[in-house]
């Protein structure tokens, strides 16, 4: 089975992709928890250091499975609650999905995740955590957390790939 990347002319074997997808996966939760440990993965004012990674649909379509699983598996590890665990994860998934169609263009690629994250997580903030504040100042802060995450980590990490494209995500 081939999953063909037209971004980077490569085809997966399944065994690639999945290899790929449990590294994306992998690293994610590591980062995350990292950033739980310095109070930084949760609450209204967020940035995680693995939202970086939203970008790697840009190289691979094992980045869509692999951000997603990583952000189930962080969730649950980091004590989230169970309304964080779905719809973060949901959150994660469409931005990866976004991402992951956007790929032709290396600055469009960090919006989908910004966005998806933006418009769902605020609402998480509010019902299952009860934070204080509105909906409007979470869509902010988050939307601050993902811009410095996805937007401003996540095109130095492109830079710092896109050279290795090949070696890392597989080429021709």
Request: some cysteine; overall charge positive; hydrophobic content about 50%.
């Amino acid at each position: 089975m081939n999953f063909n990347n037209k971004q980077s002319g490569s085809n997966l074997t399944q065994t690639q992709f999945i290899t790929q997808a449990a590294a994306i996966a992998t690293v994610y939760t590591v980062l995350t928890t990292l950033a739980a440990g310095f109070g930084l993965a949760s609450g209204a004012i967020q940035v995680r250091f693995s939202e970086a990674l939203t970008v790697l649909p840009f190289f691979t379509p094992a980045a869509i499975p692999g951000l997603t699983l990583g952000c189930l598996i962080s969730n649950i590890v980091t004590g989230c609650a169970l309304p964080d665990v779905i719809f973060g994860t949901l959150a994660t998934f469409l931005g990866a999905v976004g991402s992951y169609a956007l790929r032709k263009n290396r600055f469009m690629v960090s919006i989908p995740p910004i966005v998806s994250n933006m418009i769902i997580i605020p609402f998480v903030l509010s019902y299952a955590y009860h934070i204080p504040g509105g909906i409007p100042y979470f869509m902010l802060t988050v939307g601050a957390g993902e811009v410095i995450s996805c937007l401003l980590f996540g095109q130095i990490l492109i830079s710092a790939l896109n050279p290795f494209r090949n070696t890392i995500f597989g080429g021709e």
